[in-house]
């Protein structure tokens, strides 16, 4: 069953009143981090020329899932792994400021995106806050439909250089595995 009439505030709930904030946490994670920092000589220019669009998932680590190191490709994140104009212009400042030629999707089961509608989520926050977003959730029911939509807008998009090397896949979060889309 789909959301999207219910509360924005779902996971506040499942989640327990027991919030933390974890900044100065990750401050001090940062200061250790940064004794042994050794990647001063990485270039801009992802090695792999690659870029990768995925989900803002936690569960999914790009870096882990692929087996890259730092310096290999640019990772671009969002709600979904939808391909949206800020994604666009995203990919074409890595295309023809930095050398990527390979676009590689990662969308993935039990999606946040699939657990709302379009115009529920819209309809709640104009409830709560008086004014509608103009922006779109870009809601989706089957995450493979979806790949395929956004190598369709990366195909349509006069702004991406080298539309040659584009793939899609659904990532299993109970499995681990990636499962490549079919255009």
Known sequence: MKRGTESCRVYDAAMGD?????ADELLA???????????????AAPSRRAAIVAC???RMSIFGILGLADGEAHIIRNA?????????RSLCLSQRALGTREIILIHHTDCGLQKVTEDGFKAELEDELGVRPHWAVEAFEDPYVNVRK???????SPFILDKNHIRGF???VTTGLLDEVSS
């Open 18 to 22: 027991d919030f933390q904030p974890a």
């Open 29 to 43: 994670n940062n200061a250790e981090y940064a004794e042994s920092f050794d990647r001063r000589g990485l270039p």
């Open 56 to 58: 803002m998932d936690s």
């Open 80 to 88: 979904g792994g939808v391909v949206t104009d800020d994604v666009i």
């Open 150 to 156: 956004s190598i369709q807008r990366l195909l349509s």
């Open 170 to 172: 659904v990532y299993d």
